[in-house]
């Protein structure tokens, strides 16, 4: 359609195109600090309770994204290597949490999980309670993260070749140790970026949390206070004082979300030197 | 001199898919290069998988220094594997991937023998690069240090000096052959380049549909029983087959030649192809194109319905596009294919 346009035309239309989608994402958040302003940040920060829940959330979410790479490489290698009965049905179950409303996901684990549930009566016998608990803001995290873990090492192993490995192998490495030293390493900016992704997608978790876990109390790992995750904090505090006393906490939230994601781009581009041009460069 | 066997291919057979290979022979010993050529699709991949770990054998035996290695993984056959994507590992420097096999047998001077392969290959001032960073050459020297570092006791190369350009692959080749002489490993390699395999063989193996069809040293080729499959891998223009000729029977060149062709045709070499004015005698042919090629100028005769060209010459050919003229091919130049008829 755009064939006979000049250059200058093409360009700035697939400029303007591209700003706009890109506006759309930052101005938002400029609103936000705007109107929250350094005082509003500075009180947030001083705000003990908020404080709390979000050294709650850094470390629940921490938990989840250790255990979604424990469990999602894994699967992401097997589906990028081994071809296997219902391979194709274990590749749809792993979309499944991203096309599932989040409040659906707090409801279908409370039914596993609540304290009269099966399996949380045995989460709890073992000393791992689900409901109200760390254990459950974990879950939800993870049901609804590890996804993109999983995703992501699949396409970071399937970039992996099969000579790379191979090569591995006849110049004496075991298949553990070719995995280890070869196949792991060459994977490892994509599996950062799947691990990345989880974890913001579980600090930005509401729903599964407000069905599950909405009010922690203590045990099973949180020793502080009884709290919230930072997300369900500011969703109180929207219905509590409205507008004007939540987009501080907001803003601080976003404000360290932000940080960790700048310090892990910062790894990710010191750290993979010999991946320049791949990926997300 | 007596050059010791390292290692015996016998009988051996294996399935990739719907793909069968075998039953295949084949031994590669001192400081020879067996070369297995064929085209896409013979099996050479297979052969070379099969002999390196990588894909079960259906039956046969793989003997290394006469030990049974058929049942052992990869990893512990003794056989350096180079794939056709080189399988340099991305994330480590050319010094690290060299030094790979040393690190892990513990070696107790890696680093040293590890800078001296890699001086051996004149790659010294690249060895702080990542492979992402070096040109096709220096992938393949890589490729050809690392291996050597991990003193295989024969070294297996599939499809190698693909992607180089010809003074690349004949520099790689003359590197790699004085290495290998050097430290006495037998090379196994395979390849579809006619031109890497008679520049490096010194045994020669030609797979077609997963079987041998010649097994000998690469002049054999040549001398024995020539066919069209063997013809196409020489490098013989103009081949034509019975049905060609019969075709073409009252034209030109075609009664003679269907007069010497064997069961399978004839070959006329392109280099015993000769052509006069169209006023002298024999038979006449028109031009069809005149080009020029690296080796020089080619042209192509059209011969009734046969099209017949001439080989490479230097010297301006004299002759234009639609030109008529005598075409004459010496008898003691075409060769008959298949058996006598």
Known sequence: MLDGAPTVLRRTLGGLLSASLVGLFVLPLVALFLYAGAGGLWEAARNVGFRISIEFTLLSSGIAVGLGLLTGVPLGYALARYRFPGRSIVSSIVLLPVAIPHLVVGLALLLLFAPSAPLGRLALSLGLPIFDSIGGVVLVMLYVGASYVVLTSELAFRSVSDGTVEAARSLGATPSEAFLTVSLPSAARGILTGALLMWARGVSEVGGFLILAYAIVPGAGWNGPPTTTASVYIFNLYGTVGLPGTTSAAALLVLVALAIFLGVRLLDRSGFAWARGRWFS | ?341
């Open chain 2, 1 to 341: 001199m007596v050059l010791l066997t390292a290692l015996e291919v016998r009988d051996l057979e294996a399935v990739h898919g719907s793909f069968r290979l075998g039953p295949i022979r084949l031994d590669a010993g001192g400081g020879e290069a067996t070369v297995v050529l064929g085209p896409s699709g013979a099996g050479k991949t297979t052969l070379l998988r099969a002999i390196a770990g990588f894909l079960p054998l259906r039956s046969g035996t793989i003997r290394l220094d006469g030990r049974a290695i058929e049942r052992l993984p990869p990893e512990r056959r003794g056989l350096g594997f180079v794939p056709p994507d080189l399988g340099l590992f991305p994330h480590l420097r050319v010094r690290a991937n060299v030094r790979y096999p040393l690190d892990l047998q513990g070696h107790p001077d890696r680093a040293r023998r590890a800078a001296t392969w890699l001086e051996r290959f004149g790659l010294g001032r690249l060895e702080a690069r990542y492979p992402a960073e070096l040109s096709s050459g220096e992938r393949q020297r890589v490729a050809m240090a690392r291996a050597l570092a991990a003193e295989p006791r024969v070294l297996l190369w599939d499809e190698p000096l693909a992607a180089l350009d010809v003074e690349s692959r004949d520099e790689l080749l003359r590197l790699l052959r004085t290495v290998l002489e050097a430290e006495r490993i037998p090379l196994l390699l395979v390849t579809h380049d006619p031109a890497v395999a008679f520049g490096l063989a010194s045994r020669l193996v030609v797979l077609e549909g997963g079987r041998a069809r010649f097994d000998g040293p690469p002049e054999g080729l040549a001398a024995g029983r020539l066919d069209r499959f063997a013809a196409r891998f020489l490098g013989y223009e103009n081949l034509y087959s019975l049905a060609e000729l019969e075709a073409a029977h009252d034209a030109g060149l075609a009664p003679r030649l269907l007069a010497a062709a064997g069961s399978e045709g004839i070959v006329v070499p392109a280099d015993a192809v000769r052509w006069t004015g169209a006023t002298d005698g024999g038979p006449r042919a028109e031009v069809a194109a005149v080009r020029w090629t690296a080796g020089g100028w080619v042209v192509a005769f059209r011969d009734g319905s046969l099209t017949v060209r001439s080989g490479p010459s230097r010297d301006p050919p004299g002759v234009r596009v639609g030109d008529r003229v005598a075409l004459r091919v010496e008898p003691e130049g075409w060769k008959p294919l298949g058996d006598a008829r």
